[in-house]
Protein backbone atom coordinates (compact mmCIF):
# COMPACT_ATOMS: atom_id res chain seq x y z
CA UNK A 1 0.00 0.00 0.00
CA UNK A 2 1.03 3.72 -0.64
CA UNK A 3 -0.01 6.48 1.06
CA UNK A 4 0.86 9.98 0.47
CA UNK A 5 0.29 10.60 3.86
CA UNK A 6 3.61 11.32 5.85
CA UNK A 7 2.43 11.77 9.38
CA UNK A 8 1.86 8.34 11.35
CA UNK A 9 0.96 7.47 14.69
CA UNK A 10 0.49 3.73 16.23
CA UNK A 11 -2.34 4.11 18.57
CA UNK A 12 -5.05 1.81 20.09
CA UNK A 13 -8.37 1.95 20.07
CA UNK A 14 -10.13 2.83 23.22
CA UNK A 15 -13.36 3.35 22.46
CA UNK A 16 -16.09 3.71 19.89
CA UNK A 17 -18.73 5.12 19.51
CA UNK A 18 -21.35 4.81 16.42
CA UNK A 19 -23.78 6.59 14.79
CA UNK A 20 -25.35 5.94 11.51
CA UNK A 21 -23.49 6.88 9.36
CA UNK A 22 -20.53 8.16 11.45
CA UNK A 23 -18.46 6.59 14.12
CA UNK A 24 -15.66 8.05 16.73
CA UNK A 25 -12.94 6.16 17.12
CA UNK A 26 -10.95 6.79 20.53
CA UNK A 27 -7.85 6.37 19.95
CA UNK A 28 -4.82 6.30 22.82
CA UNK A 29 -1.21 7.42 21.00
CA UNK A 30 1.58 8.02 23.30
CA UNK A 31 -0.40 8.83 26.50
CA UNK A 32 -2.56 11.24 24.30
CA UNK A 33 -6.51 10.94 23.27
CA UNK A 34 -7.21 11.27 19.18
CA UNK A 35 -10.37 10.75 18.21
CA UNK A 36 -11.05 9.60 14.28
CA UNK A 37 -14.35 10.27 12.57
CA UNK A 38 -15.01 7.44 9.79
CA UNK A 39 -17.89 6.06 8.32
CA UNK A 40 -19.74 3.21 10.58
CA UNK A 41 -19.35 0.69 7.70
CA UNK A 42 -15.43 1.65 6.95
CA UNK A 43 -15.08 0.63 11.09
CA UNK A 44 -17.65 -1.89 10.86
CA UNK A 45 -14.90 -3.45 7.51
CA UNK A 46 -11.64 -2.87 9.45
CA UNK A 47 -13.09 -4.98 12.24
CA UNK A 48 -11.98 -2.32 14.80
CA UNK A 49 -12.79 -3.05 18.74
CA UNK A 50 -11.35 -2.07 22.04
CA UNK A 51 -7.80 -2.74 22.06
CA UNK A 52 -7.15 -2.74 18.44
CA UNK A 53 -3.59 -1.63 17.17
CA UNK A 54 -4.09 0.92 14.33
CA UNK A 55 -1.78 3.22 12.63
CA UNK A 56 -3.40 7.03 11.96
CA UNK A 57 -2.54 8.25 8.75
CA UNK A 58 -2.92 12.08 8.90
CA UNK A 59 -3.08 14.51 5.96
CA UNK A 60 -4.65 18.12 6.49
CA UNK A 61 -4.43 20.57 4.08
CA UNK A 62 -4.97 23.09 6.49
CA UNK A 63 -4.62 23.61 10.23
CA UNK A 64 -5.32 26.55 12.72
CA UNK A 65 -4.20 27.16 16.27
CA UNK A 66 -5.78 29.89 18.41
CA UNK A 67 -4.13 31.03 21.68
CA UNK A 68 -6.07 33.41 24.25
Same mark, same amino acid.
Given at each position: MKLSARNTIP *? $? &? #? @?? #??? $? *? #? *?? &? $??? *? @? @?LRLVASITTEAAEELGLGIGSRVTAYVKASDMILATD
Open positions: *A $E &V #T @GI #TKG $E *A #T *AN &V $ELS *A @G @G
